[in-house]
T-cell receptor, first 114, second 110 residues
Framework: EPEVTQTPSHQVTQMGQEVILHCVPI?????FYWYRQILGQKVEFLVS????????KSEIFDDQFSVERPDGSNFTLKIRSTKLEDSAMYFC????????????FGSGTRLTVV | AQRVTQPEKLLSVFKGAPVELKCNYS??????LFWYVQYSRQRLQLLLR??SRESIKGFTADLNKGETSFHLKKPFAQEEDSAMYYC????????????FGTGTLLAVQP
């Protein structure tokens, strides 16, 4: 069964540094997402991406964050100048058909900012 | 405001007992509702969605618009059902984003 692949599985970074989280969605999917889950809290929507542009972003997704699909397959989340409160599990997901809810999630990247 | 509430952080039952995981939502329109499950050391995966009215692994969920609820039920719990269960709402629209509840950890004791 096709999978969404996320790398790295765990990233430790110093406060103020930039990190890039990588995702390879399922190849024929059209909608791409990033979610995050701070320890002990709910999974939160960050951003959705369709047709090579952001279709919606949450209040959390401010200028510190950006997404790219540089080569038509990889889907990256960049976090500039990381803060302690950015420590969380970041999930990538992709969706083939709108309205089905049949997301395929990656296994997540645990980001720890020290 | 769009919100999903799962009041129980932990639900512990014995094998063979009935299970009901509660989910209430707040949304002014007609939402699409889903249950996602995360087994230990595995990724989040879709369990079922209200629109298909299906039973998956013995679980069912009925959308009650009057009570704004979408509780997940199973008549006889199995040990392999132990997992984290998330109720989620999609407000629809172009983005299909999901709004998650905080999740309920189901622990099925032997």
């Amino acid at each position: 069964e096709p999978e969404v692949t996320q790398t790295p599985s765990h990233q430790v970074t110093q406060m103020g540094q930039e990190v890039i989280l990588h995702c390879v969605p399922i190849s024929n999917h059209l909608y791409f997402y990033w979610y995050r889950q701070i320890l002990g809290q709910k999974v939160e929507f960050l951003v959705s991406f369709y047709n090579n542009e952001i279709s919606e972003k949450s209040e959390i997704f401010d200028d510190q964050f950006s997404v790219e699909r540089p080569d038509g397959s990889n889907f990256t989340l960049k976090i500039r100048s990381t803060k302690l409160e950015d420590s969380a599990m970041y999930f990538c997901a992709s969706l083939l058909i709108s309205g089905t809810g049949s997301y395929t999630f990656g296994s997540g990247t645990r980001l720890t900012v020290v | 405001a769009q919100r999903v509430t799962q009041p129980e952080k932990l639900l512990s039952v014995f094998k063979g007992a009935p299970v009901e995981l509660k989910c209430n939502y707040s949304y002014s329109g007609s939402p699409e509702l889903f249950w996602y499950v995360q087994y230990s050391r595995q990724r989040l995966q879709l369990l079922l969605r209200h629109i298909s009215r299906e039973s998956i692994k013995g679980f069912t969920a009925d959308l009650n618009k009057g009570e704004t609820s979408f509780h997940l039920k199973k008549p006889f719990a199995q040990e392999e059902d132990s997992a984290m269960y998330y109720c989620a709402l999609s407000p629809g629209g172009a983005t299909n984003k999901l709004i998650f509840g905080t999740g309920t950890l189901l622990a099925v004791q032997p």
